[in-house]
């Protein structure tokens, strides 16, 4: 164990679990969105629920979703940033089953509607356990790769033919069988791919691209 996981992360507070990592996690579906969304629903379940207005926890969402460094000032200030951004939040709560009590679902819509669902673990650290129906365990330590892509015979061969780094993890689920979709995830250990080309591929229906959380590395 190093120093700064002693000492935690240089963040707004007053929370590392109900402040910094709702931030994260709601910054991560930012990331993916890579725009800002036109509308986010915030479905907070257990603790996060009871918790939120004292540990800010609300208000670390909305600054995720703005894409605001983790120790910005302006955090405190985000229901007014997020308004002068025409961004239109709401916020529910909600039993989402047997998950951990800190977890929250980021529904948001930019051309069409997408769902994060991530739990905050302690210190910081996130687990991002749903995106768009598949169930995964990332904790944002890679570079992350989401592609919906035509649930066909070799599809996957191609997306991988793309890639020419090492595979941490893949997650691959089949979402709408009448549609023929299915979505894979992919943690990767470097940077040498080519999103354009996967965007290319004919199997390809959407590709997205979230680049590992750098504040990590200050810990």
């Not at 257990?46 to 120790?71: N, P, Q, V």
């Not at 529904?107 to 997408?114: A, G, L, S, V, Y």
């Not at 650290?125 to 129906?133: L, M, P, R, S, Y």
């Not at 999103?195 to 229906?205: C, F, G, Q, S, T």
């Amino acid at each position: 164990m190093g120093l700064l996981d002693i000492l935690g992360p240089v963040m707004v507070g007053p929370s590392s679990s109900h402040t910094l990592g709702a931030m994260r996690i709601a910054r991560f579906a930012r990331r993916f969105a890579a725009t800002m969304p036109r509308k986010v629903v915030f479905v907070l379940h257990g603790s996060f629920t009871r918790t939120c207005e004292g540990h800010g926890t609300k208000k670390a969402l909305l600054a995720g979703i703005l894409d605001l460094s983790y120790d910005d000032e302006k955090i405190s200030k985000s229901y007014n940033l997020a308004r002068q951004n025409g961004l239109k939040f709401t916020f529910e709560s909600a039993d989402l089953g047997d998950v951990h009590p800190n977890t929250v679902r980021v529904r948001f819509f930019t051309d069409e509607w997408h769902e994060i669902e991530g739990c905050s673990i302690g210190g910081g650290a996130i687990k991002i356990t749903k995106v768009d129906e598949v169930e995964c365990e990332l904790d944002w330590k890679y570079d992350t790769l989401i592609v919906v892509n035509r649930d066909e015979p070799k599809a996957l061969m191609k997306i991988l033919n793309c890639i020419d780094v090492n595979i941490a993890n893949l997650y691959l689920r089949r979402v709408n069988l009448l549609q023929q979709k299915a979505v894979t995830i992919i943690e990767l250990d470097g940077s040498n791919y080519d999103v354009e080309k996967l965007r290319k591929l004919d199997v390809v229906l959407e590709c997205y691209f979230v680049p590992k959380d750098q504040f990590l590395g200050s810990w």
